[in-house]
């Protein structure tokens, strides 16, 4: 927001809206919770020994969870990166043409810092969803194969 849209940021982001935002993020946390609790989702497993998301349950519902909590999330991400990127490259080039400046190489920096945590948190998320798609899709035949 604050790269895309500067004069709008001030606005979007005041202290009553922030906090707005994060009651708005904790209560949505609890309301995607709550179906776990109707598809009986949450069994003990006692490879971890702890209570967690079991993907066998219903494979509609693990591909749903999959889709609504790691697809659209990292879509919406990968847009607005690609968005800051263009950006990015439109007001580079301006600046080549009005004058000599270049970008600050600190603001480059802290792009592709916030590019490498979002990389990674694909990474890192990423073989635990495809997995539980897996299991959902063929409990029977990927399951036991799964430490």
């Known amino acids: 927001?604050?790269?895309?849209?500067?004069?709008?940021?001030?606005?979007?982001?005041?202290?009553?809206?922030?906090?707005?935002?994060?009651?708005?993020?904790?209560?949505l946390t609890v309301v995607a919770i709550v179906p776990n609790f109707f598809v009986g989702s949450l069994q003990y497993d006692p490879r971890i020994y702890s209570c967690?998301?079991?993907?066998?349950?219903?494979?509609?519902?693990?591909?749903?969870?999959v889709v609504v909590h790691f697809i659209v999330p990292?879509?919406?991400v990968t847009f607005c990166y690609l968005r800051i990127w263009i950006l990015v490259i439109q007001v580079k080039h301006r600046v080549r043409?009005?004058?000599?400046?270049?970008?600050?190489?600190?603001?480059?920096?802290?792009?592709?810092?916030?590019?490498?945590v979002f990389v990674l948190f694909a990474v890192c998320w990423g073989?635990?969803?495809?997995?539980?798609?897996?299991?959902?899709?063929n409990p029977s035949?990927?399951?036991p194969h799964i430490p």
Do not use: E
Not at 56 to 64: A, C, D, L, N, P
Not at 97 to 116: E, G, H, P, S, W
């Open 52 to 65: 967690t998301f079991a993907q066998t349950v219903s494979t509609s519902y693990t591909i749903t969870v």
């Open 1 to 27: 927001c604050y790269i895309c849209h500067s004069l709008r940021y001030d606005k979007l982001f005041n202290l009553k809206n922030t906090c707005c935002y994060l009651c708005l993020t904790w209560t």
């Open 141 to 143: 035949k990927v399951q």
């Open 97 to 116: 043409q009005d004058c000599k400046q270049k970008l600050r190489a600190a603001d480059i920096r802290n792009f592709l810092t916030m590019f490498v």
């Open 74 to 76: 990292l879509s919406v």
């Open 127 to 137: 073989p635990l969803n495809f997995i539980g798609l897996a299991v959902s899709i």
